[in-house]
């Protein structure tokens, strides 16, 4: 019945196109640039409106004090300085293109696409005169920098700005809107895909990834910091916040009260009999991504304001305005700047935020604990999270000492790049050799073979497509965050999940960071199986502290691949060169399980429509790993291209001295963990499932990395490195 009724839809749309396919032909000279600008103008209004009014309506309700806690998480995660700037101007191309075709829709009959109405010239003046433009504009690089920028840009020399921070994520393959444009699929009700409508992601939620608290199991072969580490870098990788705005471009509309779909608002819709919400004219909110330019494309595309690198972008951040403020420049020790409040036992925490409110404090009540101030927003959003952060904010305060020690000579600046470089150097260590093994098994070497080399050709820009399959380990994640003693022993109560969010007061007033390290190391993952895919405390309860009604994160993933404009399940299998399932019997040969392929079936009518990041997740695992076919093929191609393609890679000739890249081989983020916290013991195999006492080992026997390859040695830098002492931006060693 569905395909009947698309199908009928369909014809409807090919005889109304047929009557009017004639007048479109000779359109585009009949727009003058006048009519184009005056577009532009408007677009502008309405957006610069759209941010004005909630900008308004947050700073009137803190004078108040009557932010709900929504709001003052939407205005804790705004976007600032360079991201903000960027979005805008995509806020501006987007719009006008929208107000384009609603006037051209008065004489073009039927459905169109409005770029298709457009000459390439015309487009050309949309991008300039919407700033999107200024976003692409030519980069001067030193090219005798030892560092790299805190954006990312000048790594590749002939194209300055891939991998650069406030970009547009890279697309392997061509967007899938609804409209062909922008308009995700699912934004309008009965509107069809290869013969079918998009059934709801709520229901997909409940009937695909639901199941029983009582059928947890956990991963007897992976540590619960396999799962942590994962989000840690993901979170250097990729962020592509939501649009400023909170209420609608056209209208007023508040995002967060309404369940209207008008842009940014993209609410995901309750399904009749749902388990939780009764009210069907109820949502979830959900805000579009924001979008970004690109190269004067009309087709939406998303910004990720990180560097594409693995960098440590979440430690140092992605935008020098950011960087500044992470620093301690009360000195000249190169230091990043530490809580003034608090201490870990003599320990240092991060800063806190300078904001007068926050989530964080929110949810502390009488604790009065702000969030953490990081690299990354997202740092205090969960507890194990913010535990990371903090970890690697002291390690480089560590090395920037013992660099000082060696090298006293060395102003702050030259001890804070070199402390960052090497950060930056263990993070990909750690990642490449012992965490991304695990992750794709035995067959790593297929989609990431031995490093032979820098390649300026190769593309390591974050691909949106990546963004979606790299959640895979939100269904790794248990339902409780534990805590464990010096002796590895729970005395502390386990904290429901659902109840931790931005509870940051747990670490500063619970104990610190020790006893949610130990669990980490010492808990095991949770196992992602197809008949347990993520628990209710994400599912069902996700921000519940903070949101008007808890949030679904599996539905919320699925929604965002929709947003993000990306091709369905069988575009993808296709695209890594896997067989395409084309009908339930195929589907169950690729799940190797009939019942679940007959579910997916019933759901979406055909293999084509599966949302990515599902159909992807309900993959059987790849021998000795912790994903499926596909999402081995997604994750393993772009952390190839994110190795190859950066300039810096710790292993690339000239980046470090090969008595350095010696001392950073041993390193281990046991160790790091050794030489940061009061932990005497840490498990040797970090990222497998370990049980204190088995498989833990005393600090003492986990080798320590070796500075004295940074003592300076002015004639193997200048060699080595290939930069001329006289270029040198920082001052040049001294002779030893």
């Not at 963004?467 to 904290?495: C, D, W």
């Not at 679940?596 to 429509?609: D, E, I, S, V, W």
């Amino acid at each position: 019945m569905k395909a009947e009724t698309c199908f009928l839809v369909l014809l409807a749309k090919i005889i109304l196109f047929r009557g009017s396919a004639s007048s479109s032909y000779d359109l585009p000279e009949k727009l003058s640039d006048a009519f184009l600008l005056s577009s532009v103008d408007e677009a502008k209004q309405l957006v610069d409106s759209a941010y004005k009014d909630t900008r308004d309506r947050i700073k009137k309700n803190l004078e108040n004090d009557a932010l709900n806690p929504i709001e003052l998480l939407r205005y804790f995660k705004q976007p600032v300085a360079g991201t903000r700037a960027a979005i805008r101007a995509a806020d501006y191309m987007g719009t006008t293109l929208t107000l384009l075709k609603e006037k051209l829709s008065r004489v073009v009959k039927g459905d169109f696409n409005v770029t298709d109405m457009l000459t390439p010239a015309q487009m050309g003046l949309l991008f300039k005169v919407t700033g999107c433009e200024e976003q692409n504009k030519k980069v001067n690089c030193e090219f005798s920098s030892r560092y790299r920028t805190i954006t990312g840009k000048c790594n590749n020399r002939r194209n300055p700005l891939l991998g650069a921070s406030n970009r547009a994520l890279a697309r392997w393959l061509p967007a899938d809107y609804e409209d062909g444009v922008s308009i995700p699929h699912g934004w309008t009700n009965r509107r069809c895909s290869f013969g079918y409508p998009f059934p709801l992601v709520r229901r997909v939620s409940n009937e695909i990834v639901r199941f029983p608290p009582g059928q947890l199991k956990f991963d007897q072969q992976r540590s619960l910091m396999f799962m942590q580490w994962g989000q840690f870098i993901d979170h250097d990788l990729d962020f592509s916040p939501e649009s400023p705005a909170r209420v609608t471009f056209n209208g007023r509309v508040d995002c967060h009260t309404s369940c209207a779909k008008l842009p940014p608002c993209f609410p995901i819709q309750i399904p009749p009999n749902d388990p939780r919400i009764k009210n069907t004219r109820d949502c979830i909110p959900f805000f579009r991504s924001a979008p970004a330019c690109d190269s004067g494309r009309a087709t939406r595309e998303q910004i990720n304001a990180l560097t594409s690198f693995l960098d440590g972008s979440m430690v140092y951040g992605s935008e020098q305005h950011l960087a500044n403020r992470l620093r301690n420049w009360n000195n000249q020790l190169g230091l990043l700047a530490v809580n003034q409040n608090f201490t870990d036992n003599g320990m240092a925490y991060l800063p806190f935020v300078r904001m007068s409110k926050d989530p964080c404090l929110k949810v502390s009540g009488s604790a009065n604990i702000p969030c953490f101030l990081a690299g990354d927003s997202r740092a205090s959003e969960m507890l194990e999270l913010a535990c990371m952060h903090t970890l690697f904010v002291r390690e480089h305060n560590r090395l920037a000492i013992g660099l000082k020690r060696l090298n006293p000579h060395w102003n702050g600046e030259r001890i804070y790049q070199e402390a960052r470089k090497i950060v930056g150097a263990m993070i990909q260590i750690i990642t490449y050799r012992d965490y991304l093994p695990l992750l794709l098994g035995r067959n790593l070497q297929r989609w990431i073979p031995s490093y032979k080399g820098y390649k300026e050709s190769v593309d390591p820009r974050i691909s949106n497509v990546f963004t979606l399959a790299f959640r895979f380990a939100h269904a790794s994640i248990p339902p409780s965050v534990g805590r464990l003693n010096q002796n590895y022993q729970s005395t502390y109560p386990k904290l429901k999940l659902s109840k931790t969010f931005f509870g940051v007061w747990h670490i500063v007033k619970g104990g610190g960071i020790d006893p949610f390290l130990r669990n980490l190391m010492a808990s095991k993952a949770k196992l992602m199986t197809q008949d347990q895919m993520m628990v209710d405390e994400l599912r069902d309860h996700l921000s519940e502290q903070i949101e008007r009604i808890g949030l679904d994160l599996a539905a919320l993933n699925m929604q965002r691949g929709r947003d993000h404009g990306l091709p369905g399940y069988v575009s993808w299998r296709k695209f890594c060169g896997l067989p395409q399932p084309y009908d339930v019997r195929s589907l169950g040969q690729v799940l190797k399980n009939k019942n679940l392929a007959r579910k997916f079936m019933k759901l979406y009518g055909t293999p084509r429509n599966i949302d990515i990041w599902v159909g992807a997740l309900a993959e059987p695992f790849v021998d000795g790993g912790r994903v499926g076919p596909l999402m081995a093929c997604l994750i393993g191609t772009q952390f190839r291209n994110t190795r190859d393609g950066d300039r810096f890679w710790w292993e690339n000739t000239g980046v470090f001295t090969a008595q350095q890249r010696s001392s950073l081989a041993k390193i281990s983020l046991s160790r790091i963990i050794c030489d940061n916290t009061h932990i005497t013991k840490v498990s040797r195999n970090i990222f497998q499932a370990n049980s204190y006492p088995h498989s833990f080992v005393s600090c003492s026997s986990i080798p320590k990395l070796d500075l004295r390859a940074w003592k300076s040695n002015c004639m193997e830098e200048s060699t080595e490195q290939g930069i001329s002492l006289k270029e040198q931006t920082v001052p040049a060693c001294k002779q030893v």
